[in-house]
């Protein structure tokens, strides 16, 4: 699978699309801790919800999504609104070909310019591919939970890495997404 790959903010058509790569993922895996699948319509509404301040994109390649990464709060303590988790899920025919790190690279570069000062990925181990992608982008593992998760009838760590953003000494406050997304289209970092 070698094609063009573009990666645009998510919208609510995007969200069928989002469903179907994510649904086996929690299914099938215990990379996602969720137990049940969202449907289609709860996927919307996180989308919807993301874009308020944070990004939420899609990769698109030939003629469907292969993949997508959102950011959201880390912590809900108001000392941590300059710090994001981060997430990004391709398509299983289209790993290994590009998708995630264009997906990561547009999200890491919003971000950064938001004024986020670091973002964090929590990986569900063992999970080398997703652990060689954090690292190649830049993402410097801080340490594991052990057996924090239970899923498919087993104990499972989380290791979580962290990345920094936008080193400022005295922070902003960082930029909502949705009120500055023409910005991102603009710097030619999301297509349209």
Not at 26 to 44: G, K, L, Q, Y
Not at 77 to 92: H, I, K, L
Request: aromatic share 10%.
């Amino acid at each position: 699978m070698r094609h063009a790959v573009s990666v645009r903010t998510a919208v609510d058509d995007d969200a069928s699309a989002i469903q179907s790569i994510y649904a086996p993922i929690v299914r099938e895996t215990a990379i996602s801790f969720e137990d049940v699948p969202p449907n289609a319509a709860e996927m919307r509404e996180r989308i919807r919800s993301t874009v308020v301040a944070y990004p939420f994109l899609v990769s698109a390649a030939g003629d469907g999504i292969v993949g997508y990464a959102y950011a959201g709060p880390h912590r809900v303590r108001a000392a941590y609104r300059w710090s994001v988790d981060v997430s990004v899920y391709v398509a299983s025919p289209a790993r290994r070909h590009g998708v995630g790190r264009a997906l990561y690279a547009a999200l890491l570069t919003i971000l950064e310019m938001q004024g986020f000062h670091a973002a964090f990925a929590g990986i569900a181990l063992p999970n080398p591919g997703s652990i060689a992608l954090h690292e190649a982008l830049g993402f410097t593992p801080l340490g594991v939970y052990r057996e924090v998760g239970f899923k498919r009838g087993h104990w499972h760590d989380v290791g979580w890495w962290r990345r920094p953003l936008h080193e400022c000494a005295t922070p902003s406050e960082p930029l909502p997404f949705f009120a500055h997304r023409g910005r991102f289209v603009a710097a030619k970092i999301l297509t349209t």
